[in-house]
């Protein structure tokens, strides 16, 4: 029984699943399996997974149709035998040292949940997230939950630059989602979690495409707001500061979408979010104002929607 196991939801990546699998075939810790599920690529993807699974019996390969990227890392989920779990999208690659490190440092100060930081390939230039905070590690599970609605972001609510308890994980992906999956994910993963470790390293690196899905369908943005809601509630079972702090963060991220949309000319999206903010901010309006220091930036946008 292999004490890692690392998902990788595979669809539509051909030109850059070779670096993606080297990456993790190349880590100084051994002791892995490295589940890849075709979830119905059109391209050479499974053919290029069986290949590889033919050299190297640490690489599973699922084929599937393609069911979206919950239900393939639901599928890697459901078979995977690690202890712990990590995560990995299949046009990104890692550093030969990060699951060594990050299980050392799950080991050494028995976490729950341990992060790294992120770099990220912009034109053939690596670019470091270096946060602007000092973060103190090891952390309880709400001081790592209030950093997850860190502006700019530190931890971030992204899977990838983490490693996770396998025994701990109670709910699997929303199938239904199409964005933000693995934010609600983490946060229900967080309920039963006590102690989180950060490593102030960058050492998963995302590959930014112009012609990412997310930039592809900025209509699917749409639905982030509505998981960044469903978040708020699960909060309230952490601190009152994690409950406030993820009230702000749908707050701001619902401004920040009605103007991107504006701008896109998207005006019935723009109506819904107008609503649905306004509706928020009258059913939460004291919560909101005693929530920190941006309650006066929570009346401003108030009454921007109401000029508007």
Not at 148 to 161: A, E, G, H, I, K
């Amino acid at each position: 029984m292999p004490q890692l196991s690392i998902i990788i939801p595979v669809y539509n990546v051909e030109q850059y699943l070779q670096r993606c699998i080297n990456s993790i075939l190349n880590q100084t810790f051994t002791d892995f399996e490295a589940i890849f599920i075709n979830d119905g690529s059109p391209d050479n993807c499974g053919k290029i997974l069986d290949e590889y699974a033919e050299k190297d019996n640490r690489i599973v390969v699922i084929h599937q149709g393609n069911q979206g990227v919950s239900a393939a890392r639901n599928a890697g989920i459901r078979i995977a035998q690690g202890v712990y779990l990590g995560f990995v999208d299949p046009d990104d690659f890692i550093e030969s040292t990060m699951y060594e490190k990050m299980i050392d440092l799950m080991v050494t100060n028995n976490s729950d949940i341990v992060c790294c930081r992120f770099k990220n390939l912009i034109e053939d230039k690596i670019v470091e997230d270096i946060p602007n905070l000092k973060i103190h590690s090891p952390m309880t599970i709400d001081e790592f939950v209030e950093h997850l609605f860190d502006s700019p972001r530190t931890v971030f609510f992204s899977l990838c630059n983490k490693v996770i308890k396998r025994d701990l994980i109670t709910e699997l992906f929303d199938e239904s989602l199409k964005i933000a999956e693995d934010n609600l994910f983490l946060i229900n993963y967080c309920k039963n979690a006590k102690i989180a470790s950060y490593l102030d390293e960058a050492l998963y690196c995302v590959f930014c495409r112009r012609n990412s899905a997310t930039r592809r369908n900025i209509e699917n943005l749409y639905g982030s707001l509505d998981v960044r809601r469903k978040i708020i509630d699960i909060t309230k079972q952490f601190s009152r500061k994690c409950f406030y702090l993820s009230q702000n963060d749908y707050l701001d991220m619902s401004i920040n979408y009605y103007i991107m949309y504006k701008k896109e000319n998207m005006l019935d999206y723009c109506h819904i979010i107008k609503e649905k903010y306004l509706q928020y901010i009258r059913k939460n309006l004291i919560n909101v104002l005693i929530s920190n220091s941006k309650w006066k930036v929570k009346i401003m946008y108030l009454l921007y929607f109401i000029k508007e």
